[in-house]
């Protein structure tokens, strides 16, 4: 509306870029303001102390705009090709792009919110809630901004009214409005009664509202993105339709979680201890599920290479060693649910010599060695030198001790304890540890890791230990891994 006003009057282009800027950053901070006071507010009410909680909203003051701007600017690196992405790319978007995206201006301060909760050990779900019950609130505020200096509207739009022609640009930002508001109303109203005094909703519903958040918001933003002219990021969807799915898919883990919480509770004894391990063992695995999704979806788009590809040099093979470390948050996911399943994880990492004296060891052992030489003696290419064995060394290692900490220690246990018996609980893990395998390797390659992590999982269930599994891995990965980093 300003800037047709502005473009109107033929207004300069430096005082047009100062003025929209200028009432667009105004609304904005305004926006952010509104939205903390009112959290203030509402925790207060919650019976925190009052100290307390003006020195949370203090640290966050000085952080939150800054780790806004800073992580909604740095998510438009996903508009340029990953071939190009560099540290000093990604400082030039931040401090120089002018354009800013919702969704990514939540990351960074949420990460850092939560972080600064554990810390200052606030209930959770509590002070979750009350944010997200705001955010659409500030939201809506923030779309004024977008309103008034004519950004984020939609394409244009031409109807006819017996011969009378109306031509206009679509106001998604209206729209924005409008639906933000609908869900702050809708969650308000929850939150009233999750929280209200003395209320034991508390306990058992607390993250509903950020759940319901999450899902609301995603599935009205993913169907607004249809009328917004944003470019295409992949699959033929905006990013911000990508986001929009996590946003939901997250949202109703939070809310599927609440639910067997709450189930969790009603239990005691053997009976919880077992639907513990259950729940652990299918968290587990739907988590790896979903990031290896989403790791082939990137793949797929070309935003990332997948680290055991080959490579053209040694640096190359060197720089596959970080691109591989966020697998390890896999493992780190196991070994907490083994935690939160009562399973300690500790004396899995030692090993008594005299249980290693087993057939399936032998057999692993023998196995793994057998592969890796078969793969690297009868290859058809050459073989590059000696300098390119310590990144195959490095990252076998690396793969050895996060699939065998992941299927064999984690997830192979919390099947057992979750009720399944020795051959079920050895074909489940097993099953899971192929199904990657197929996506890199075909059909034979399925059966023969099949095979491999059900004996791999008897080692375990042998020595009890995790240590002889990782040896027999990192053997046999020095072939697999080692072969397409070395040929050329």
């Known amino acids: 509306m300003i800037s047709y006003l502005l473009l109107k009057y033929d ?54 705009l800054p780790a806004g701007f800073i992580s909604s600017r740095a998510a438009n690196i996903f508009y340029h090709p990953s071939q190009l992405w560099s540290y000093s790319l990604l400082a030039d978007i931040v401090s120089s792009q002018s354009y800013h995206t919702f969704h990514a201006s939540l990351m960074l301060p949420t990460v850092l919110i939560s972080a600064l909760l554990f810390a200052m050990r606030f209930r959770f779900w509590d002070i979750s809630d009350t944010f997200f019950l705001y955010i659409p609130l500030s939201n809506a505020i923030g779309r004024v901004a977008c309103l008034l200096v004519g950004c984020c509207w939609g394409g244009p739009i031409a109807l006819n009214f ?56 995603g599935d009205a933003r993913f169907i607004i993105e249809f009328i917004r002219t944003e470019s295409i990021a992949a699959l033929g969807l905006t ?19 609440t639910a067997l919480k709450n189930r969790y509770n009603e239990l005691s004894g053997d009976a919880r201890r077992i639907f513990g391990a259950r729940v652990a063992a299918g968290a587990l695995s739907a988590l790896f599920l979903a990031f290896f999704a989403l790791i082939a979806l990137l793949i797929r788009t070309g935003l990332v290479t997948w680290p055991l590809f080959p490579v053209e040099s040694v640096s190359e093979a060197w720089g596959r060693i970080p691109a591989y470390l966020p697998v390890f948050l896999l493992e780190m996911a ?78 192979f246990r919390l099947l057992q304890a979750s009720g399944l018996g020795l051959a079920a609980a050895l074909a489940s893990q097993a099953a899971l540890y192929a199904l990657i395998h197929l996506a890199v390797g075909g059909p034979l390659f399925f059966v023969l890791s099949f095979i491999y992590g059900a004996v791999l999982g008897m080692v375990f269930e042998r020595t009890r230990s995790v240590l002889p599994c990782v040896i027999c891995h990192f053997i046999i990965d020095l072939g697999v891994i080692g072969l397409p980093m070395l040929m050329y």
Do not use: C
């Not at 009052?50 to 966050?60: G, S």
């Not at 339709?241 to 883990?253: E, R, W």
């Not at 300098?387 to 990252?395: D, G, L, M, Q, T």
């Open 162 to 217: 017996f011969g009378l022609s109306v031509e206009f640009y679509n106001p998604v930002p209206l729209y924005d409005i409008a639906y933000n508001l609908a869900i702050f109303f809708t969650l308000r109203k929850m939150h009233e009664r999750i929280y209200a005094p003395g209320s034991t909703e508390r306990m058992r519903e607390g993250g509903k509202i950020t759940a319901l958040y999450l899902i609301l918001y």
């Open 11 to 64: 207004v300069d282009p430096r005082l047009f870029v100062t003025i929209t800027n200028s009432i667009y950053n105004t609304i904005v901070v305004l926006a952010v303001a509104t939205g903390l006071l009112l959290v203030y507010r509402k925790i207060l009410a919650l019976n925190y102390d009052r100290a307390r909680v003006r020195r949370f909203f203090l640290i966050i003051a000085i952080f939150i």
């Open 239 to 257: 990013q911000a339709q990508i986001v929009m799915i996590a946003f939901v898919a997250i949202g109703s883990l939070i809310l599927a979680a």
């Open 334 to 411: 196991g070994l907490l649910f083994l935690v939160k399943a009562g399973l300690p994880f500790i004396p899995s990492f030692r090993l008594e010599v005299r249980r290693l004296f087993n057939p399936w060891f032998g057999l692993a052992l023998f196995g793994s060695l057998a592969y890796a030489v078969i793969l690297l003696g009868a290859a058809r290419y050459s073989l590059r030198g000696a300098e390119y064995w310590p990144p195959v060394i490095a990252i076998s290692l690396l793969n050895s001790l996060a699939e065998e900490v992941f299927f064999r220690l984690a997830l």
